[in-house]
């Protein structure tokens, strides 16, 4: 939650305000009921047909919103995006937002909710955040599948040879359960399958999501699911979902998940929200699909990329941009004075207070973020998400420090005032993208080996002296070639809170290198993961869970979540 | 799958079959849009506001439809449903069904799909046997959501001393999937949990899925919710759900799937589909909302209740009509000619062949149903569900039997002809409720002891001699009595295969005594749960999954479901 004048909550906020029914959010950017498979009346999903129809037609701009590293301060990406998409049609340009999907684990957690916040959300709020329109159930259940039949095969014969010691293919859940990171799965004797170890990721982790989000029509999605990865069989030859010949249906259970959801903020412009893979151990965006249609019925479109622009925004720019041939017009990087302070090694207790010191050390983690979008060939635009307590000083050191690094910068005030707030940002958009056309390239070319890729993003991105490999990782690499999969993007799974992978390493770290533990080959989805330290995916809850405030009255009215 | 003449899958006649807007299937049974929250164009749920207006009005009659026991034959009980209710709108008597979501774990097993057949089928059938609307996503999540919360509750300090030994909630899925019977969860040291035996239910054995089926409106599902027991504490207290403090938020998860889903047959029949229960563990009907809504809505309601009338009916009868307050005025008791053969012995292999002396002793089975609907003192009409092998003297034994046992017997068609093959049934349906009124009566007061209420069942239902107890029954007959919990009526779980608790003795048993190994209180739900032998709450796939045949065209058209 924001701390800004108003002492509304995000829920209040959002059941105070009107939703419009979905046709006629459609009609705006020219869909019709015919377009449109409603979930009640202010949730849609776009049919196949549709998105067929519009490939024809033009694809607008894409404004990508990434931030700086996160801190315990919270910056407010997600906000400023739906706050600037606002803007755009409060300026006359015709705008939508493609934006991920929450996941309810950590909604029930410790979050709340994560559609956006004060006046810049997306709604219905609480339908978004709970079972919306089903997709993540979908792939929970996809993926769950898959498991079954998986053990299935290895109780009724193993045709496939597979060793139980060596799958790879796990269960998910969309909860945070610590209790089912490591699990013992098949015991009670012969007729209840086979034991061995196995674990729960939560589904925003599982290959899956990043398949969906990954993928432009159901016959890409069908052959992406069957390349995916299982397990290994007694010659350490990989089984894919494919040989278990389930691919089929796997897609059947996605055959809606795969279609976008439109719903509205706030001030109604349409926005697609749709998929919502980890940032950490998958590429972190929305769908292709949906930031392509987008394109096609906006002149603007305004998208994200989970965490900072060293992980969610490289993911984007070297992984999806490349797949979806989807050039980014423009980036955002979003801070906050508070969270630049942090990173200037001011306390949390202390962030009410001035320090222009802090501001001025922090700016240092934001410089580098802006020197990588400019490596990606990108203009960037700072946006900063004000707060109350930032003091004029601050400010001042701030606007002083944009101008002399060349690039633009604007205060907004979109929690508080929706995309009125945003005004200002979105203008420098408009007038950076009409100034200074992206010539926008990957960092790294396909045909490099997967060990150039890292040390690229490692030196470019992170602003680190290289990578290097653990025995284990050096051993994968060579295998890796074997199996042909060298000329994959790589999808870096490091820490959120530094350029390094030592979380505690905050601002801009100098001369490290990134440790590489282990490669996950990540076929179906089309990465090579690259483990760095421990990577979280399946989260705990806290000793008392957002849950335990949540309630609905007798007309079903959600109360708690915010 | 049925052995007709028709060569035609049920996927095939669905897909074939013209699916009406849904708006112009409420609008049948008076209902406009704003009364529904439409999911696609052929689904909806109504709304809070529309049942609260629909509670002023009369009550239509309701059909219960239940079977024999169950043989590797097929009865066709949902398909007899589906077009008994077709008949009655034939024969002008405005009519609905009420019945049962299919569960996805059957499904992709070995079903592939449970929405009636031939042209007695619900449709959307390729939605309908997938996620629907999502209910049991929603009470899969509530589900492991509250397993969530207790592992975390003993993680973060266990206030309430709970004794991991004997935690009882389960987690679930909504598949088939042995290897999750016994697992052991929390393992990895002390920063994943605390190290358990746990299992996996499928997640229409949940008892949420119970409590769903049970509750009339979200005060009343959020006090069951509350009421479950999740474990006992060190002092073998049970601790429940309201002791952990989130039937907020789980209620707040179900508040969608609570709503009734409104579908409709070939012939445009209104439906409302909604809850599925398994018959063993639970109750095994639709959801009382569901019912009780028809019957504002039609004049005749057409329900079902799983497996055969002594456990489906007999729960219906006892639990459900008691708790609902729904007397039901008939009921129609289904059988084929090749299931009563092989309860008199002909095997599956044989069942092709004429054999009148097999048939002649497997009415007994037929007989003992007829006698159980009778003694809850409502008239039973047997419907025969036709197969093309049954031969002339079968049927005309069949039928002097019927006239010999003076209860109505109807031959159906509704698998090919739909409602046209159902007309003689509805009719002597309609006569019998003119001409014998019901005179319904609950087998046992809720006031008798479980022990007592157990043997009116097996005596009046069974036709056993009564039932016995292990050492740990009698030990919780005294504490559930010390809780307060000997009020609560029995759910008897039991093979659906037999009268008695061995599913070898087909036909009639007699003299036999059912033993009961252990009791389980479902205070939410509001039964206690009498287990006789194995209860299988989690199935296993079979070598070849009926899901490797499935699969989608590029425009999202199902292919595999049958």
Redesign the interface.
């Known amino acids: 939650m924001n701390i800004h004048t108003t002492v509304k909550s995000d829920i209040e906020i959002a059941q105070e305000s009107v939703v419009k029914p979905i046709v006629e959010i459609a009609a705006k950017v020219g869909l019709t009921e015919e377009d449109l498979?409603?979930?009640?009346?202010n949730k849609a999903k776009l049919t196949?047909?549709t998105m067929e129809t519009l490939a024809t037609k033009p694809d607008g701009k894409v404004v990508l919103v990434t931030a700086i590293n996160p801190t315990p301060a919270g910056e407010g990406k997600s906000t400023v995006a739906v706050g600037l998409a606002d803007a755009f049609n409060q300026i006359g340009v015709k705008a939508m937002a493609a934006l991920r999907e929450p996941s309810?684990g950590p909604t029930?957690g410790i979050k709340g909710g994560a559609t956006g916040g004060g006046y810049a959300q997306v709604l219905p709020m609480e339908e978004i955040n709970?079972?919306f329109t089903?997709d993540i159930?979908?792939i929970?259940?996809a993926n769950?599948?898959l498991?079954?039949?998986l053990?299935?095969h290895?109780?009724?014969?193993n045709e496939l040879n597979i060793d139980p010691r060596r799958i790879v293919w796990k269960?998910a859940?969309?909860?945070?359960?610590?209790?089912?990171?490591?699990?013992?799965?098949?015991?009670?004797g012969p007729?209840?399958?086979?034991p061995r170890e196995?674990g729960f990721d939560i589904t925003v982790a599982s290959e899956i999501m990043a398949v969906l989000c990954l993928a432009d029509?159901?016959?890409d999605l069908?052959s992406r699911l069957a390349r995916m990865i299982v397990a290994y069989n007694y010659d350490k030859q990989p089984v894919t979902c494919g040989d278990l010949?389930?691919e089929?249906?796997l897609?059947?259970?996605l055959?809606?998940a795969l279609k976008p959801n439109l719903v509205q903020t706030i001030e109604h412009t349409p926005v697609l929200v749709h998929g919502g893979p980890f940032a950490n151990i998958a590429h972190g965006c929305n769908s292709m699909v949906a930031t392509k249609t987008a394109r096609k019925l906006a002149d603007y479109v305004v998208t994200e990329a989970g965490f900072g622009a060293d992980l969610g925004a490289e993911k984007f720019l070297n992984i999806k941009a490349r797949m979806a041939q989807i050039d980014p017009d423009a980036v955002v990087i979003v801070a906050t004075i508070r969270a630049l302070k942090m990173h200037g090694g001011q306390s949390k207790a202390d962030l009410k207070q001035e320090n222009v010191e802090a501001l001025r050390k922090g700016l240092k983690n934001l410089k580098k973020h802006i020197e990588t979008v400019q490596a990606f060939g990108l203009p960037a635009v700072v946006g900063i998400n004000r707060f109350v307590t930032d003091t004029k000083a601050e400010i001042e050191l701030l606007e002083q420090w944009c101008q002399q690094e060349g690039v633009e910068v604007s205060l907004t005030e979109v929690w508080e005032k929706g995309g009125k707030g945003g005004v200002d940002l979105a203008q420098k958009v408009v007038q950076t993208i009409n100034q200074s056309p992206s010539r926008f390239k990957s960092l790294y070319e396909l045909s490099q080996s997967l060990e150039e890729k890292m040390n690229v993003i490692v030196q470019q991105v992170y602003g680190g002296k290289g990578v290097e490999f653990s025995a284990k990782a050096l051993k994968q690499l060579k295998e890796f070639d074997q199996h042909g999969w060298s000329d994959l993007p790589v999808c870096m799974a490091k820490t959120q809170y530094s350029l390094s992978d030592d979380q505690a390493k905050i601002g801009r770290p100098q001369d490290f290198t990134i440790h590489i533990r282990e490669l996950i080959p990540k076929i179906g989805a089309g990465f090579i993961v690259a483990l760095t330290g421990d990577v979280m995916t399946m989260p705990?809850?806290p000793?008392k869970?957002a849950?335990?405030?949540?309630?609905?009255?007798?007309?079903?009215r959600?109360?708690?979540l915010f």
Chains 1, 2 share one sequence.
């Open positions: 498979e409603l979930y009640g009346k196949y047909e309810l029930m709970l079972h089903g159930h979908a929970t259940t769950n599948a498991a079954a039949f053990d299935n290895l109780h009724q014969g269960r859940l969309d909860l945070n359960d610590r209790a089912l990171r490591q699990v013992i799965v098949g015991l009670g007729m209840q399958g086979v196995d029509s159901l016959a069908k010949g389930v089929g249906a897609t059947l259970l055959k809606d705990g809850l000793k869970p849950a335990c405030a949540m309630d609905v009255d007798d007309q079903g959600a109360k708690g």
